[in-house]
């Protein structure tokens, strides 16, 4: 399952409740499209913000509707404890993988967060993909301590933030990285508006915000990349260029919960807050861009 | 009760539990040093670590054996939902004042974190520190925001992180603020390496990790300051400078939780995990210091 396109669906809700309807919907988008896994309660699907209970239906219910599309759930908490209560919870309710990033408060040393995965890999009967993600945790993975941690058990792939834009700068940081990482496991690039340089660059998979919502064209994205295509895949995320700018000047969040409601496949708010919906005049740009990428989706 | 010595208290826990015996016992050390208040389950009090019913029961404890003394407890929590909640816990737990940081998953902006405040101080009855700690929240205030803030209802205090080690520095940085905030809104002064300079430059008070364990100490630094006796201060601060690398190098609360440990005030460990006690070498260096502060503490 860690290959081609890893699509992160968002949990819609309110200050009331997860939508359950919009949410089995988004999943079954995602499977009709056939992406390679869907990876629910990632960021993007607000698990920071949800109980272990809520976690815990939400899994289930996306295990039901992905029906034979593996489903990766985040068990990332501040405490070990809770990390392992949910990757209890992920087991249980029959989740293909699981994804831990080392969220952080107080600030972690690389023995602490070395000591987390393999306290979580102990207990774990099913793949484990490493999230690394500076900007939500705090904590600067080195490339060797990637290297030890990728050679515990269960580890499968891990999840890295962006790449350099120059495709060669990105190469020389894929290398050196896979140099480290033993061959089972794979390299998956995140922060979409690198991902058609990292799939170049040697990432086996894309772990998609905007896959969650246009899967059909990330797929194209992934797929074109993956078989040596790498202009059509530039192509494609250059003509995606209005999304990424977006998604760097307000957070991929806040635009793909406003994509979705203003597509009518979830309902207005859908952010827990203390976020906000993306302002108005932003909501504008995305507007104007929607037909487009729509119409590139469904080409 | 926003002047003087705040005094932050570990809560001592394993992954089992709180140990409240040793938990009560370090409150009363708190009571007897005669601090003006109380800070439980701050950053040092393991808050983050806590779930909603532990962080009550900490609190009705701390209420309890602090008799006269003012409780001021945290209720940050990542969705505004729950620092709702957690206010309500406090309120009803007879809590003096309430403590609140803009802790983040998403980068927040501004207005979101404005609107967090307005929200919360609605539901207030009782005064309320802002927390400004960037290294924990990954959120910067500005100081106009700051002011914002500080006006509106409830707001009584800025727990606001170090300041310029620098003097004048320390003296302009202040004053910044100081323009911008109502005069009811006192500023305290945390990390406490930069105590001394901070009370100097004209902060009303300490918001302290080390005054939860050495009270008396911290205490006669926090007062020559607020009496104009700069010198006397800086002097204080400088006989603990083994302990302010020490903090620097491995984070306060690994330190401070050594300490106590070594003191035997807590049992071992006293950390959730992911994090683990401060390294042995550190603890060498420690220890030889502690009875050297232990007879200041005295003195």
Redesign the interface.
Known sequence: MFHGLSAFPLTPMN?QHVNDREFVNLIQRLVSARVDSIGVLG?TGNY??LSRMERLRVLQLAVSAAENTPVMTSISA????DVLHLAEDAQKAGASAVLLA??S?????D???Y??YE?CTKSLSIPLCVYDNP??T?FHFTDELHGRIASLPHVRSIKIPGVPSNLEAANVRINNLRELVPSHVTIGVSGDPFAATGLNAGCELWYSVLGGLFPKLCLRMTQVSLKGYSAEADQISTQIEPIWLLFRQY?S??VISAAAEIMGLISSPSL?????PLNSSARDLLNSFLIEISSMEES
Request: no cysteine; hydrophobic share 35%.
């Open positions: 200050e960021s920071a913000y501040l405490r070990t404890l080392p969220v408060y107080q600030t972690l040393t023995e602490e967060v000591l987390l306290q900007g939500t705090k957070g969040l806040r827990p807050l203390p976020l906000q």
